[in-house]
């Protein structure tokens, strides 16, 4: 018996039985969180840009330079090198 009532306390404590949102207040909480957002200013969004910016290209850089060392390796280990 008392695993029935855990079962039931569980449902209650995830509220399934208190039905389904409608559209309307759905869209009136969304609206509300999103007031509640802090928003960038446009210097702040420019520096963002640019942090962004840098980061990807160095990761970029980084990937690149890897790829062509590894390819190379890989180049360099099935071709072997023939020095006769």
């Known amino acids: 018996m008392a695993d029935g009532n855990a079962v039931q306390d569980r449902r ?45 290209i160095t990761v970029m850089l980084l990937v690149s330079v890897l790829d062509l060392a590894f390819g190379k390796l890989v180049f360099e280990i099935f071709t072997g090198s023939n020095t006769q």
């Open 12 to 56: 209650d404590s995830r509220g399934d039985d208190r039905g389904r949102t409608s559209p309307a207040t759905f869209l009136r909480q969304v609206v509300a969180e999103l007031r509640k957002v802090v928003w960038p200013t446009q210097q702040q969004l420019i520096t963002y840009f640019f942090v962004v910016l840098v980061f990807v």
